[in-house]
C-alpha cells in the first residue's frame, strides 16, 4: 500500500510526502497509539480479541464521526467513516499504524470532530480506536456493512423512465400536469437506502404541506429503485403558474448537448417531456425543492401567504378572526417562562377554524420578560413582540408563517425572540425550522403557569378574565390532542412511517452542506471519476471553487457550487445551461 503521511501546517492537517513527524495539537504522532499494554512483537492480535476491537471502534465512529463522514453527507468527500474495507483503501486508516493512520490522528490531534461540537472523544475512546488499527484496522462486524450500492442512473436513464412514463398516461390532456421529482443523484452519489427512503418522506411530506386539497397524496415512484417521483399538479391543486413559481431560481436545468465528445446526453427525451408538460422545466432535483420550498420567501409564495399581514391569512385563508374571538373569549390560552424554543417567557393561543377543520394557534413572543413583557405581571395587556402561527391545513398537515408585533410577515424570526440552532445564522425560518420543531408531534404539549399565579395576584372581574383565557390543563390537553391526531394521522397518509426523525430538516441540511468530489458530479449528472478526470486534464477551465474539488478532501460551499453550475456545465461541454434573465427562461453558454 502506498501510504501518504500527515503533516501539522497551521494547525490543519494537509496531505503531504513522507517526512519525520513531530506533533500535532500537541500529540506527539510518531509515539501515538493506544495507552495499554501491548506487545511490540505483534500483542494479542487473536481473531476474538480483534473483533472485540473493531466493534469498539465503529461505535466511536458512529458516535462521533458518521454524522458527517458517513454515507448521507460525505462531508470534505469523506463519507466511509462506517466502512472499515473503504477506509483501509482509501488511506484514512492504514492497518498497524495508528500514527499514520488519518482517522486516528484527527481524533487524537482534537482537530476533528469540529471545535464547534460540543460532545468530545474521550480518551478512552480515541485508545479504542488506535487498538483497532493495530489489530489490522479489521472489518467491522457483519451487521454493519452497507448494502449493496443500487444501480447506477445516469441521466439518459432518467431522462427515459421520465418520458416513458409521461407517454404511458392514457389522455394527452393530463400530461400538462405532470412533473417529475428526482432523488437519483443522491443515490449515485451513494447515499444508502435508509437514507433515501427517509428523504423520499420528506419530499412527500413537504409538497402536501403546501397543498390545500382535502386529501393528502402520496407521490408514487415510476422506477423499480424509487428514486423518479411523479407529481400530478391537481392533486395539490397547484397550477401551472405555481409550478413555475416554484422553479423560477432553479440553478441545474440544462439543455444537453446530444453531440458532446465527453457527455453525449439524449436531448430529445428531455424535448418531449418539456413539450408534452408544457413548460421548460419538467423535472428538478428533489433535495433542491424540498430544501427552497420550505422556506420563506420561496414557502410563502406557495402558500399564497405573500404580501398578507397575520390577521389577513388568518381571516382570509383560515377563516379565524383573531381580534373577535380574543373580544368574545372564544380562545385557549396558555403562558409559561420557558419554552426551548423562545428565549423569554410565550404565550400560545388556540382559535377553532370554521367547520371544525381543527385548530389555529398562535405564540406571542417577546424581547423580555420584564414590564409589558412579563406575562405573569400582564397576563392580557402584555406587549410582544412578534409571533408565529401554526394552522391546521384542509389535508391535516400544518401551515406556519412567522409575523412581528404589527402582523408584518417575516421570512426569519428576529434572534433575540426565538433561535434554532440547526441553522448555521440560528435564526428561526418560517416553514423549515416550524416543520423542524414541530416534526410529528405536530403541536407540542405545554402547561400553563399563568392560571395559578393569577389567583394569587389578580381579583375580581379582571381575575375572571384571565381565567376565562387561561383555560385548565385538561381543557387545553383535549384540543392539543385532537390536532396533534389529526396532523399524525395526515402524516402516515403522506407515507411517515415513524422512521427518519425531522426528514424535511435532515434533507435540507443535507442539501445546504458543502459538497464534495462525488455530490458535485452526481449533481452535474456525471460520475465522481469523470468529473475529477476534466479537473485534472484542464483545471484552468473551471472556475476557482470547482477546482479546490482536485485535493483530496477538497470540498465548496453549496451557494459557491450553484453559482459556478452555469460554467461548469459549459466548461464539461455537457450542453446550454438555462438560467431566467429578465424573467425568461435562457439556455446559453454565451457570457460565461
Not at 418520458?163 to 400536469?177: E, K, M, V
Not at 420578560?369 to 409571533?387: L, M, Q, T
Request: charged content about 25%; glycine content about 8%; some cysteine.
Amino acid at each position: 500500500m502506498n501510504r501518504m503521511h500527515l503533516m501539522a501546517i497551521g494547525g490543519t492537517l494537509l496531505l503531504g510526502c513522507p517526512a519525520a513527524i513531530g506533533s500535532i495539537d500537541g500529540v506527539d504522532v510518531a509515539d501515538a497509539g493506544p495507552d495499554r499494554e501491548t506487545d511490540t512483537g505483534g500483542g494479542d492480535r487473536t481473531p476474538l480479541r480483534c473483533e472485540t476491537e473493531a466493534s469498539r471502534a465503529r461505535s466511536v465512529l458512529e458516535a462521533h464521526c458518521t454524522s458527517c463522514h458517513g454515507p448521507a453527507t460525505a462531508t470534505a468527500g469523506f463519507g466511509v467513516a462506517h466502512d472499515a474495507e473503504a477506509m483501509r483503501e482509501a488511506g484514512f486508516v492504514v492497518p498497524l499504524a495508528p500514527s499514520e493512520s488519518r482517522v486516528y490522528l484527527r481524533l487524537a490531534s482534537g482537530s476533528m470532530p469540529p471545535a464547534t461540537v460540543a460532545r468530545r472523544p474521550t480518551d478512552a475512546e480515541i485508545r479504542d480506536v488506535a487498538a483497532w488499527i493495530e489489530c489490522g484496522a479489521v472489518d467491522f462486524p457483519d451487521e454493519t456493512r452497507p448494502p449493496p450500492r443500487r444501480e447506477y442512473l445516469d441521466i439518459d436513464a432518467q431522462l427515459a423512465l421520465m418520458r416513458r412514463d409521461l407517454t404511458r398516461q392514457t389522455l394527452a390532456s393530463d400530461r400538462p400536469r405532470i412533473r417529475y421529482l428526482s432523488l437519483a443523484h443522491l443515490a449515485n452519489a451513494g447515499l444508502d437506502d435508509e437514507t433515501i427512503t427517509g428523504f423520499r418522506m420528506a419530499v412527500s411530506l413537504l409538497v402536501n404541506s403546501l397543498s390545500f386539497n382535502s386529501s393528502v397524496t402520496a407521490l408514487e415512484a415510476i422506477d423499480p429503485q424509487g428514486l423518479l417521483l411523479r407529481l400530478d399538479l391537481r392533486d395539490f391543486e397547484w397550477s401551472a403558474e405555481t409550478w413555475e413559481r416554484l422553479v423560477a431560481d432553479y440553478p441545474y436545468a440544462v439543455r444537453y448537448d446530444p453531440d458532446s465528445l465527453l457527455f453525449p446526453i439524449e436531448e430529445g427525451d428531455a424535448e418531449v417531456l418539456r413539450r408534452e408538460t408544457r413548460t421548460e422545466i419538467p423535472y428538478v432535483q428533489a433535495d433542491w425543492l424540498v430544501t427552497h420550498a420550505s422556506q420563506a420567501p420561496l414557502y410563502y409564495e406557495v402558500l399564497d401567504f405573500a404580501g398578507r399581514s397575520a390577521e389577513d391569512i388568518a381571516l382570509r385563508i383560515a377563516g379565524v378572526d383573531i381580534v373577535a374571538d380574543e373580544q368574545e373569549e372564544r380562545v385557549l390560552r396558555a403562558g409559561f417562562a420557558e419554552s426551548g424554543v423562545s428565549v423569554n417567557n410565550r404565550v400560545i393561543q388556540r382559535h377553532e377554524q370554521p367547520g371544525r377543520r381543527g385548530g389555529f394557534w398562535v405564540s406571542f413572543d417577546f424581547a423580555g420578560s420584564d414590564g409589558d413583557r412579563s406575562i405573569f405581571a400582564e397576563p392580557i395587556e402584555f406587549a410582544h413582540d412578534g409571533g408565529e402561527y401554526i394552522f391546521s391545513l384542509p389535508n391535516g398537515l400544518q401551515a406556519y408563517y412567522i409575523a412581528d408585533e404589527a402582523g408584518r410577515l417575516l421570512d426569519k424570526a428576529p434572534r433575540e425572540v426565538v433561535a434554532d440552532f440547526r441553522r448555521r445564522d440560528v435564526s428561526v425560518t418560517a416553514g423549515l425550522s416550524c416543520m423542524g420543531c414541530h416534526d410529528r408531534q405536530g403541536i407540542i404539549p405545554r402547561l400553563d403557569e399563568v392560571r395559578g399565579v393569577a389567583r394569587d395576584r389578580f381579583a375580581g372581574a379582571e381575575l375572571e378574565s384571565i381565567l376565562a383565557l387561561y383555560v385548565e390543563h385538561e381543557v387545553m390537553d383535549r384540543a392539543m390532542e385532537a390536532d396533534r391526531e389529526r396532523f399524525r394521522a395526515a402524516r402516515s397518509r403522506a407515507g411517515d412511517d415513524g422512521g427518519m426523525h425531522e426528514p424535511v430538516v435532515v434533507m435540507a441540511l443535507d442539501h445546504e452542506r458543502s459538497l464534495g468530489l462525488a455530490r458535485a458530479a452526481t449533481t452535474l449528472g456525471i460520475s465522481e471519476a469523470q468529473l475529477r478526470a476534466a479537473l485534472n486534464a484542464n483545471p484552468s477551465f473551471f472556475n476557482g471553487e470547482i477546482v479546490t474539488l482536485r485535493q483530496p478532501e477538497g470540498i465548496v460551499r453549496r451557494d459557491a457550487f450553484d453559482a459556478a453550475f452555469a460554467s461548469t456545465v459549459c466548461a464539461l461541454g455537457l450542453g446550454q445551461p438555462c438560467r431566467r434573465i429578465d424573467g425568461v427562461l435562457r439556455c446559453s453558454c454565451q457570457g460565461l
